[in-house]
């Protein structure tokens, strides 16, 4: 089990008790985000988390698949989607590198709060490139930490090195960007849900080779 695994797995009965610290700004991220979702939509979610969000967008698209690396969270995901109302949602504990999904099969990937957790970026961006379908979009909200005191650069480091927090990517928000359009997305809106420290949400769609 890598260290991220088992931190989250750890975390998780926590994480699905702390209420959302900016209800405004999840809010308006939903919001923007409903307003690119099309009814016959097949979405994979990233970083589910314990499954809130997939469970709130279910009624605008026609199936998530919405996944986690960690275990503990997708059973408490799992639990959630007991309500009638989930039928399209399925929980997954995976990567977005499980072999179990097919290049071009999902019209939107979402990812919040997650893509400053992973260790290859780009990796993992161009792999979301693979399974999207011409002209998918990739919508993500990522925290760019950049800006933040040095220490919490130096806070997570000691945590990092003994296995108290799993890797943290201190991006610029010009970073992100990059890193997105780098991998053969072309960013169509963004916005920052709170504007400190930015949470930056970027909807992305897969450009034509
Ligand atoms: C900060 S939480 C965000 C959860 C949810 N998206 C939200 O906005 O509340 C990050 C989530 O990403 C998951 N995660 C971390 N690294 C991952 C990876 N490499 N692949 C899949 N999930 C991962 C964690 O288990 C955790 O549930």
Known sequence: MSTSEKFWDRLAKRYARSPIKDMQSYNRTMERTKAHLAKGDRVLEAGCGTGSTALLLAGNVAHITASDISGNMIEIARAKAKDPHAGNVNFLKATVFDETFDGRSFDVVLAFNFLHLL?????????????????????????????????????????????????????????????????????????????????RFIVARKRRR
Not at 157 to 163: G, L, Q
Not at 178 to 198: C, K, L, Q
């Open 119 to 199: 260790e290859d970026l780009p990796a993992a961006l161009r792999r979301v490139n693979e399974l999207l379908t011409r002209d998918g979009l990739f919508i993500s909200k990522t925290l760019c930490m950049a800006g933040q005191g040095w220490y919490w650069r130096v806070l997570l480091a000691i945590m990092r090195s003994v296995r108290l927090a799993p890797h943290v990517s201190f991006l610029t928000i010009d970073e992100l960007e990059e890193f997105v359009t780098n991998e053969g997305f072309e960013i169509i809106e963004t916005g920052d849900y709170p504007a400190s420290p930015p949470s």
